[in-house]
């Protein structure tokens, strides 16, 4: 699996962005599918995932609740990341992941996932 991710970019407090997630191929069986961001020198984070599945049933951080949301094309294997009502400390970069299995006790769980894109910088400017 290849996950290329894009759609970072610069923009203001208040506003959207949304970031797109592209995969060669999603897993045969079950999977989660997340997005985490990254902090300069900190570790990486979780920010949203869903299960393939699940019927569209999400799990999020508690900083990004109510203001993001995941969704998928599954017809493009992609999966996208909109980003509503941000903050500066929004400000990192962003990477997408898959986890082949979708352990739901480890959906939050950077060590859990397998695949992972190449990272896409989002900047919030106050």
């Known amino acids: 699996v290849q996950l290329q991710a894009s759609g970072g970019g610069l923009v203001q407090v208040g506003g959207s962005l949304r970031l797109s997630c592209a995969a060669s191929?999603?897993?045969?069986?079950?999977?989660?599918i997340g997005w985490f961001r990254q902090y300069p020198g900190k570790e990486r984070e979780f920010v949203i995932a869903?299960?393939?599945?699940?019927?569209?049933?999400?799990y999020s951080s508690d900083s990004v609740k109510g203001r993001f949301t995941i969704s998928r094309d599954n017809a493009k294997n992609t999966v996208y990341l909109q980003m509503n009502s941000l903050k500066p400390e929004d400000t990192a970069v962003y990477y997408c992941?898959?986890?082949?299995?979708?352990?739901?006790?480890?959906?939050?769980?950077?060590?859990?996932?397998?695949?992972w894109g190449q990272g896409t910088l989002v900047t919030v400017s106050s």
């Open positions: 992941a898959v986890q082949v299995g979708a352990i739901l006790s480890t959906v939050r769980n950077t060590r859990a996932y397998d695949y």
């Open positions: 191929e999603m897993p045969s069986n079950r999977y989660s």
């Open positions: 869903t299960i393939s599945g699940s019927n569209g049933r999400t």
